[in-house]
């Protein structure tokens, strides 16, 4: 089956530092890839997408590159803000599967002035 | 314009209850779904119509409904609520890869 593994959090980190949060893949065929990202009481949003091996998806200076070798996506952001606090989440569609987007659980992001 | 909207953003009722959670989008796109977020942010698919047609139907009690008057629309009714189906629940559409949600529906059965 199809599943979605990521880092538990809470990732706490200061303002300006350096975040990754690990994502790794299962499924059977070849998945797109994405990051969505829910602010507090808010819904998901799409950050960035991947859709074939070495895609490179980015957006508000996060950054995510699909490895098919080592089946991951993981998220970078060179220097996060405080507005990035929030839970981000990996996930594979595959669209065999009736484009059923298939989430990991989640890692919680808090940024400190 | 809100592209995906669901409705009521806050829905509290008593065990044994009826309800209905709404949702319109405006997208023009073929796919909705509806997805149940638990207390640990653990993010479920539940149903997925295509065209008003079911495609997905995970394994969900048959308490809960869904139901696709045409493919802009897809409400979720929920009958004998229970305590364990308080989570916040999203509608979503797609037409090509990617989902665009619902800003959610925060049930909440006492």
């Known amino acids: 089956g199809n599943s979605v593994t990521q880092m538990e959090g809470p990732v706490t980190l200061s303002e300006e530092a350096f975040l990754t949060i690990n994502c790794t893949y299962t499924a059977t065929g070849y998945p797109s890839l994405f990051w969505y990202v829910q602010y507090p009481g808010e819904g998901l949003q799409l950050l960035l997408k991947a859709t074939k091996a070495d895609d490179k998806g980015s957006n508000k200076g996060f950054e995510a590159t699909y490895r098919k070798e080592t089946t991951s996506f993981h998220l970078e952001k060179g220097s996060v803000q405080v507005s990035d606090s929030a839970v981000y989440f990996c996930a594979s569609l595959i669209k065999a599967a009736g484009n059923k987007l298939t989430f990991g659980g989640g890692t919680r992001v808090l940024v400190k002035p | 314009d809100t592209a995906v909207s669901q409705t009521p953003k806050y829905l509290v009722t008593q065990m044994g209850n009826d309800k209905s959670i709404k949702c319109e989008q405006n997208?023009?796109?073929?796919?909705m779904y509806w997805y149940k977020q638990d207390s640990k942010k653990f993010l479920k698919i539940m149903f997925s119509?295509?065209?008003?047609?079911?495609?997905i139907n995970e394994t969900v009690p048959n308490r809960f409904s869904p139901k696709s008057p045409d493919k802009a629309h897809l409400n979720l009714h929920i009958n004998s609520l229970e305590l364990g189906d308080s989570a916040v629940y999203f509608c979503a559409s797609s037409q090509a890869e990617g989902l665009f949600f619902g800003s959610g529906t925060q049930l909440s059965v006492l």
């Open positions: 997208l023009g796109h073929d796919t």
């Open positions: 119509y295509n065209n008003k047609e079911l495609i």
